[in-house]
């Protein structure tokens, strides 16, 4: 499974991003996709998931000011970020599992967003 990530660059707080994640390769048995974040020194965190059939999470520091899509049929998962806050700026990374729970062994290369106050 490989996975392409996408969509990240610099804002200021208050704006918007969208992220983009595409799977190819052996994805029949992909389930959940996510977003997780990290910071330097620091680890990955969940922001977001999505399983196959719709049923989504979010992070409490960021609910409200996200939203998870996915198109099954393009193998493909949106992330659109809203109101983002400096403490909002970190890599991105994109996520896959084959079952329902986060912490997949599949991982994209991040995108990086800087917001800045």
């Known amino acids: 499974v490989q996975l392409q990530a996408s969509g990240g660059g610099s804002v200021q707080a208050g704006g918007s991003l969208r992220l983009s994640c595409a799977a190819s390769?052996?994805?029949?048995?992909?389930?959940?996709m996510g977003w997780y974040r990290q910071t330097p020194g620091s680890s990955r965190l969940l922001v977001a998931g999505i399983t196959l059939n719709g049923k989504t999470t979010y992070a409490d520091s960021m609910k409200g000011r996200l939203t998870i899509s996915r198109d099954n049929a393009k193998n493909t998962m949106d992330l659109q970020m809203l109101s983002l806050k400096p403490e909002d700026t970190a890599m991105y990374f994109c996520?896959?599992?084959?079952?329902?729970?986060?912490?997949?062994?599949?991982w994209g290369q991040g995108t990086l967003v800087t917001v800045s106050s």
């Open positions: 996520n896959a599992a084959q079952g329902e729970r986060p912490g997949g062994p599949y």
């Open positions: 390769g052996n994805i029949n048995n992909i389930n959940f």
